[in-house]
């Protein structure tokens, strides 16, 4: 079993930053994919980032390019969610996902294997 927690999250005034992190533990395997999505009260889960093993590869929804980074450590087994000019539609529940034994990029939340509980991230206008 893997537990991923993150941290992070607050309100925020539109504009500013936030820096999501996702710590994993557990039976972690030696290579996972990383994706982080979020959920917006009254909408469905949303991809928002993922990042392949080794970082080579990145994928964001157009919403968010340009403003969120997604990185990663592996020697720590965190990863995180750098937010810059929040916007007020950013506001909602981010949760991290991994995916054990997968090289490649993951964008599809049906095919993590691997939650997290979730932070709210709120940004007023």
């Known amino acids: 079993q893997v537990q991923l927690a993150e941290s992070g999250g607050g309100f925020v005034q539109a504009g500013a930053s936030l820096r999501l992190s996702c710590a994993a533990s557990g039976r972690t395997s030696s290579y996972y994919a990383v994706g982080w999505f979020r959920q917006a009260p009254g909408k469905a889960r949303e991809f928002v980032a993922a990042?392949?093993?080794?970082?080579?590869?990145?994928d964001y929804v157009d919403s968010v390019k340009g403003r969120f980074t997604i990185f990663r450590d592996d020697a720590r087994i965190t990863m995180y969610l750098q937010m810059n000019s929040l916007k007020p539609e950013d506001t909602a529940v981010y949760y991290c996902a991994i995916k054990p034994g997968s090289l490649r990029i993951v964008t599809a939340a049906g095919e993590y294997d691997y939650w997290g509980k979730g932070t709210q991230v709120t940004v007023s206008s």
């Open positions: 990042i392949s093993w080794g970082g080579g590869r990145t």
